[in-house]
């Protein structure tokens, strides 16, 4: 088959369920599916596009000129002053939504598409992405002999060159109107300062989490909820600052996904301080598992301690038991069987069970050679030559051999006969 001339059809159906006009360029941060790609209604139900430009900024303009937009397409918008060069990264009915989700008050936030870009807007453009780099080197020199407490992550050019955004951090309000006019005199373009947090510089950074995939504020997530150390406690998860934080150094956003579902099933559980009490002994909660609703129990209130795992139904009988002044026989239930026990595990057990084996085995060579040894220390009977002495069979034995030991000759003109017992 000839490799270098074949061609590859790339079709634009929207088989096993997933769309490539839907998908669009993956080479961008939240990125959005348009389930509706391939819905002919869709499409002519609003004139709102989504366009994205660096990183994660996006915004949202009117097609006026009803130009047949398409996600991938590079456009020339309308900015201030000038135009701005981005990538259409969601048209038609879905736009509606990601607009409400934006919180976009006014219909002047929402300007319009000039065309589709050009030529000459593309290397103009391109002109101008090449000097965000030693601009942002240089403008953080530039605040540092201000004296500035902020931190400079990014910069970035507008497609036309005649505007930069730059975006800061800074823990305190920092005046920065000197910086701003020594940032214009330097650059020549007008400056506009935008402060973000730590989540949105890593959300614009990008990069992988420790779970293995894209981050969250990369991938789909816009709005930052705060996040406190009650989340943690209430998912059980040890407050190691390592592991809570995440790749900027605040604590993970994950850990609020499922706080909801921990905080309703941590209400079927009973309390801590209570002691479930039996006939043999008092009973304090040593841990529990909230989302399986088992709960263990130890007979020390700070050790481990003939542990006792139950259902948290089971704990609850108990504590209405003891209510009553009852006291049950063990905390298991009587009308149900026990689970059967669990193989065990070989890692578990003892390292040193298989060096018991080969000292039985040392003993045991080392009883079959003195046994040997004082077979062979045994005076002789005092017999003439020629005559063989008999052995003593044992009644109802049968005759054992010597361990270790070898077997006398065979004479060849009389029978065999059984070497004498130990």
Known sequence: ?????????????????????????????LNTYDWLADVPSAIDDTDLVEVQFKNTRKGYYHNVNNLPLKKGDIVAVEANPGHDIGVVTLTGRLVKLQVKKANLKSEEDIKRVYRLARQVDMDKYREAKSREHGTMIQSRQIAKDLGLQMKIGDVEYQGDGNKAIFYYIADERVDFRQLIKDLAATFHVRIEMKQIGARQEAGRIGGTGPCGRELCCATWMKN????????????????????????????????????????????????????????????YLFKSDILAGIVTYSTDKRLAANLETITAQRALEVIEMNK??????????????????????????????????????????????????????????????????????????KPQRKKGGKQPEKPQQQPQQDAPAN
């Open 1 to 29: 088959m000839d490799y270098k001339n074949l061609k590859y059809k790339i079709t634009n159906t929207c088989d096993r369920g997933l769309c490539r006009n839907a998908v669009g360029r993956q080479d961008h941060q």
């Open 224 to 283: 930052f909820v705060s996040v406190s150390t009650g989340a943690a406690r209430f998912q059980d998860i040890s407050l190691n600052p390592q592991k809570l934080a995440g790749m900027c150094a605040k604590l993970k956003c994950c850990l609020n996904y499922e706080v909801d579902s921990y905080i309703e099933a941590s209400r079927k559980l009973p309390s801590k301080e209570i002691v479930l009490q039996t006939q043999d002994a008092d009973y």
């Open 324 to 397: 009553k002044g009852e006291k049950p026989v063990s905390l298991h239930d009587e009308t149900t069987q026990k689970a059967p026990e669990k193989p065990a595990d070989l890692l578990t057990g003892d390292i040193n069970r298989f060096d018991k084996s080969k000292k039985k085995k040392k003993k045991n060579k080392a009883a079959a050679q003195q046994n040997q040894q004082n077979a062979a220390d045994k005076p002789r009977s005092d017999k003439p030559k020629g005559e063989r002495p008999k052995a003593e069979k044992p009644k109802g034995d």
